[in-house]
């Protein structure tokens, strides 16, 4: 019996291509003989919206509907005013294809830098909220451009919503050796959904009497990722506030270049969509620079996501191989970096 | 001619008793002979609140309003509900009082504890708004405590509002030597109060064209805050981004009990609050434990807000002297750091 994966793959903007480039060259020389990769490549990005004015089209949405993941590089570039591309493509795919987990491991892997002293032992994953809070584009503004003008911001949330991304967190924090759950959020000026929030995670917890639950405002929360990271397991959390730490969790695991992430619709509705933490970062973009193990280690929660175990294991052995080899004297190119993953996930 | 200084003393919870005496010690030592010191103590947090239900009556609100400056030690308790006390006395006098400018003083005093490796030099001041954003608690829920409850928050942002802040935020920044002023947002996903900040944090920038700008996002600032602190020079954010800034701005200059804060109205029209950074520490209270430097840096914020520029300098370089003479191996009680600053001040 042979078996098929059906990838789409948007390179995006700036680094987005080289990266993509890379994560699907590992992924080609990780998958077992008999998977049938086949990839389709949309044309999604500041470059498409210049020449047609469209972020994402009802046809794309469709067809990107039809794979089993998708794999995104980068999106934004300078040229396009800022929140377009971002509310037109990346979020839209996140809310259209209800990408509630928005997964984001932090690990510090053995010799990569850290701005931290005395290099703390990290290893925690974020689970952070995909499709509600301040993210919904629920906000508006009046007498706008004038001295006027009042702006809004709308943070909508829902037990529901809540609800379902606090018991995925409770099922990850369970799986893993600490079994240890952190919420972090706001409640003491956040009041209402910051009580919801908390109230969730205290009634779900009752279900997994084996993790040990704490909770953190959002401010303290910042504080031990630079004093104490090696305090946290499994962090659960609002989509703006798990957009911050995530951003901090990666500054001192090494940086935004190794930080992988996964928009997960766990019930399998819709494509799950993993991307590089990084964005399309245009000043380096098409020198070779750019760093691919951010969006190599994604495929590895891709492959996770639909079942692949061993080799996404594998391409995380390889990481951590690579980069305990790695060796600060030498500059290697996005493709060499590439180059020598796919030969260690092959061998 | 002899002159009066009419302080406000609310020593609130925890530890907020021991480091406020600190900081009143260092006030006294430090005034000019002809300053008559009247303070008044307030009693409120959460004794008060246990006692009578009451956060902040009128009545006190209106004698409070008759003082010169506030000093507050800290608010909060785990006994009382998370909100409570933060939204009915802490921001109900931020509020209250109009405090639009939150000034966060960050700086990587010699021989202080940092996380960083390298020692940065870090030297900036987060200019806080205090009075919008997501704290004016606009918001609420429908069928609480239910599986169909929906919670809002929303964030409100006046043109009013941002212009002062923004504008208060250059003066600062052209009045120091770097004069450099980065606006931090979220305006690719809070698009409508993200560009009405950007808009008008550009059009007062004309006024101001020896101040160099950048923007960054939230998520990107707290990157920096790790690995490039001393690119910051003068910061204006929003208010929920400059709660989390702020904290972790703290956590890098050597912790929370050096940051200082001022919660200030420049009209004068009413009287501005001087704080500590930290919160209560119920876990130390009554130990002789708590780092009063915070507070006391806080009564220098305060002097230099009133007008006693020289004075509050001596206390700064007291600060700076006794922390490159602290000896790691001594721990000093809460009292003995207020007598040591204040023998340095009067010295
Ligand atoms: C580009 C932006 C919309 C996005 C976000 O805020 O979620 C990014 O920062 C991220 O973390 O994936
Ligand atoms: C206690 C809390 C309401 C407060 C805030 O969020 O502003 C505190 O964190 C601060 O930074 O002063």
Do not use: C
Not at 90 to 117: E, G, V
Not at 149 to 176: H, I, K, M
């Amino acid at each position: 019996m042979s078996r098929s994966l059906n990838l789409a793959v948007i390179p995006g903007d700036g680094i987005g291509q080289e990266v993509v480039a890379q994560g699907l060259k590992v992924l080609n020389a990780v998958l077992p003989q008999d998977v049938k990769l086949q990839t389709k490549e949309y044309d999604l990005g500041a470059q498409r919206w210049h020449r047609t004015g469209e972020t994402l089209p009802d046809a794309e949405l469709d067809s990107l509907k039809q794979h089993d993941a998708i794999l995104l590089g980068a999106i934004g570039d300078p040229s396009v005013p800022s929140g377009v591309l971002e509310r037109g493509l990346l979020l839209k795919l996140r809310f259209a294809f209800d990408h509630f987990i928005n997964l984001r491991p932090s690990k510090l892997f053995p010799n990569t830098a850290t701005p931290l002293a005395g290099r703390p032992e990290i290893d925690f994953i974020v689970v952070r909220e995909g499709t509600e809070g301040p993210y919904t584009g629920n906000g508006g503004s009046i007498r706008t451009g004038t001295e006027h003008e009042v702006a809004t911001e709308v943070s909508l949330n829902t037990a529901y919503g809540v609800e379902r991304v606090v018991r995925d967190a409770y099922e990850r924090a369970n799986a893993r050796p600490r079994k240890k759950l952190t919420l972090v959020h706001k409640n003491n000026v956040l009041v209402y959904a910051g009580h919801m929030w908390k109230n969730i995670f205290d009634k779900v917890g009752q279900e997994y009497p084996e993790v040990t639950t704490d909770y953190l405002h959002v401010d303290a929360a910042t504080i031990f990722f630079v004093t104490q990271p090696e305090r946290f397991d499994v962090i659960v959390t609002d989509n703006l506030f798990g957009d911050i730490l995530t951003d901090l969790a990666a500054a001192v695991t090494g940086g935004i270049g190794l930080a992988a992430s996964g928009n997960i619709n766990p019930t399998g509705a819709f494509p799950s969509m993993f991307e590089p933490v990084h964005g399309s970062a245009p000043d380096i973009a098409g020198q070779g620079k750019a760093d691919p193990t951010a969006t190599i280690l994604s495929v590895a929660l891709l492959l996770r996501h639909l079942g692949y175990e061993a080799e996404a294991g594998r391409i995380e052995a390889a990481v951590s191989a690579d980069l305990a080899e790695r060796d600060g004297s030498t500059v290697r190119t996005t493709d060499e970096i590439g180059d020598a993953l796919a030969v260690r996930v092959a061998g």
